[in-house]
């Protein structure tokens, strides 16, 4: 994964962590480890961004509720 020149202010997920590295390394990047409130403030902000996508799968594990008829039928 490539990142973008920017500000960054979100957690840093595995597949980048060679990237950062390499760019904490050349002093083109800076890390800071977040303090609690802040790990819970980004917790929050990705766990919103992604639940549809979430929940899209919990709902594809379930059998909908005509497929939970035919079920009960059978």
Do not use: C
């Amino acid at each position: 994964m490539t990142l973008h020149k920017g500000l960054y202010d979100r957690l840093i997920y595995e597949d980048e962590v060679g990237e950062v590295a390499s760019l904490t390394g050349q002093h083109r990047a800076l890390v800071t480890t977040p303090t609690a409130h802040q790990r819970r403030e980004q917790f929050i902000a990705e766990l919103v961004q992604r639940l549809p996508e979430l929940l899209d799968a919990a709902a594809g594990n379930q059998p909908d509720s005509s497929e939970k008829q035919k079920l009960k039928l059978n």
